[in-house]
């Protein structure tokens, strides 16, 4: 037969362990409880809901501006003054 001698506890060990579960409890009980994330204000937003000939002629580039009419463009030449001298 086998007999084994048992040690006490060192007599520290337990009312250490008491003190740091009371500290942990009194640290988790005394914590403020976490701020709740500011919401942002929602914003209204309108949509147009647009058929796809609508959207193609919305992302089309406008017409370029129609060129000069044939009028203004061909001016008659100015006529030479009397004053300028002739070649």
Known sequence: MVVTAR????????????????LL??????MPLPKRP????????SVDIL???QFEASTRPPP????????????PAPTPTPSAPRS
């Open 51 to 53: 058929t796809p000939q």
């Open 64 to 75: 370029a501006p129609a060129p000069p009419s044939a009028p203004e463009a061909q001016a």
């Open 7 to 22: 040690r006490e506890a060192s007599p520290w060990g337990i009312s250490t362990s008491v003190a740091l579960h009371a």
């Open 38 to 45: 500011k919401r942002l204000d929602e914003e209204r937003v």
């Open 25 to 30: 409890a009194a640290m988790l009980a005394l």
